[in-house]
């Protein structure tokens, strides 16, 4: 291959001359679409060699949960962590660098995927999918680091269980799909708040409709953080249900000014001698 052709490979502008993005023929967003694509997966192969040379730092990050917990069960209990199998260590090394260049690269990725859909939207829409792409980010970021938190108290009450006599063995890709999947609900468990706000701006759900169903909205967060927590211990529970509770009563707060905004706005286009 060419120069010239891995260089075409990767344009995602039109090939027809004069052609916009908002004004593209189905080949032309097939061929972008595949230049994003590619885009995106020499990105996360780079990442993920980058992150070979920082596997200590990153295991170490990823075990950080795990010997917080093994303190707090302090001697009562012995617990180890292991990798299974001749294989084993190459698929440590594999998917903990994986996971790690997927989310280093997420910012590049995410935003190949946003500019292939943005040339489809209105101006209005653009504007709010620039408000989440703001804010929806950093809340995520921050639901995460609640999560690692959090993980170590329910990590340390799961191999509180243990038995009198037997030692608790931790295989690291369990442990590793568990630490995952726990940071996963706490991310996106923090976003669903926002993504009332974003509903009640396309018009599907009003901040009086929030209102009327606070209790059953306040109460599903409890049963939500209770089921989504492995741990069975209340501090684990509360650390998510309790920034859940403070988000929706947030989002109600800002739902009804968008909807009193938009009261006003009605009322100036129908009689502009009412306005202000």
């Known amino acids: 291959m060419s120069i010239a052709t891995a260089v075409s490979v ?12 908002g004004h ?5 967003h097939l061929r972008e679409l595949r230049a994003r694509l590619i885009r995106s997966a020499l990105v996360l192969v780079v990442a993920f060699f980058v992150s070979l040379l920082f596997f200590d ?3 170490s990050l990823v075990l950080g949960p795990y010997n917080q917990a093994r303190d707090l069960v302090g001697a009562d209990t012995t617990t180890t962590a292991y ?24 910012p590049y990725w995410l935003w190949q995927a946003w500019a292939f859909v943005v040339p489809g939207l209105l101006e209005r829409e653009k504007r709010w999918s620039r408000v989440f792409a703001i804010v929806a980010g950093p809340l995520f970021i921050g639901g995460v680091a609640l999560g690692y938190y959090v993980l170590p108290k329910g990590l340390g009450v799961l191999i509180g269980f243990t038995p009198d006599g037997l030692d ?4 690291f ?31 599907v759900v009003t901040g009086a409709q929030l209102g009327r169903h606070r209790s059953i909205i306040l109460m599903g967060t409890v049963v939500f953080a209770a089921i989504a927590t492995p741990s069975t211990d209340p501090f ?3 650390m998510l249900a309790v920034p859940m509770m403070v988000l929706f009563v947030l989002a109600e707060v800002v739902t009804r000014l968008i909807d009193r905004r938009r009261r006003t706005r009605t009322l100036a286009q129908v009689d502009p001698w009412n306005e202000g």
């Open 10 to 21: 990767l344009r995602v502008s039109p090939s027809r001359p004069g052609a916009s993005a």
């Open 57 to 59: 730092p990153l295991l």
């Open 173 to 203: 890709g369990d442990y590793f799909s568990f630490f995952t999947r726990m940071l996963l609900v706490f991310g996106l468990a923090v976003e669903l708040p926002f993504f009332l706000v974003l509903l009640n701006l396309a018009g």
């Open 24 to 28: 593209m023929t189905l080949a032309d």
């Open 236 to 238: 684990s529970m509360l």
């Open 168 to 171: 608790n063995l931790v295989e």
């Open 83 to 106: 990798v299974a199998g001749a294989t084993g260590p190459l698929m440590l090394h594999l998917k903990l660098c994986g996971v790690a260049a997927l989310m280093a690269a997420s």
